[in-house]
């Protein structure tokens, strides 16, 4: 089994940072992508970036230049840095990962951490 943890959300205002961390236990040989989704109130799951072991990305196209998806594999630990923060990036984040790039693109993961909140207000 795989574990994962995130840290790093909180309360900023529009056009602010934040940068979530998420480090990932366990069985970590069974995964190569990780990645974070967003779920707001009301609104479906979406996939923000995912990120493999060798560093190729994905991202959403409505975060597409505002947030960067990093990975330290030696620490196990995938960072999302978010910056030009907007009302609509409020949700709760999600760590997760998945044996490769194609299933997380798809939804598919084999572990998720437990959400960290992200609200962006003024």
């Known amino acids: 089994q795989v574990q994962l943890v995130e840290s790093g959300g909180g309360l900023v205002q529009p056009g602010g940072s934040l940068r979530l961390s998420c480090a990932a236990s366990?069985?970590?040989?069974?995964?190569?992508?990780l990645g974070w989704y967003r779920q707001a109130q009301g609104k479906e799951r979406e996939l923000v970036a995912g990120?493999?072991?060798?560093?190729?990305?994905a991202y959403a196209d409505s975060v597409k230049g505002r947030f960067t998806i990093s990975r330290d594999n030696a620490k196990n630990t995938v960072y999302l840095q978010m910056t030009s923060l907007k009302p609509d990036d409020t949700a709760v984040y999600y760590c997760?990962?998945?044996?490769?790039?194609?299933?997380?693109?798809?939804?598919?993961?084999?572990?998720w951490g437990q959400g960290t909140q992200v609200t962006v207000s003024s």
């Open positions: 990120i493999t072991s060798g560093g190729r990305t």
């Open positions: 366990g069985n970590i040989f069974s995964i190569d992508a």
């Open positions: 997760a990962a998945s044996p490769n790039m194609a299933l997380l693109l798809r939804n598919n993961y084999v572990a």
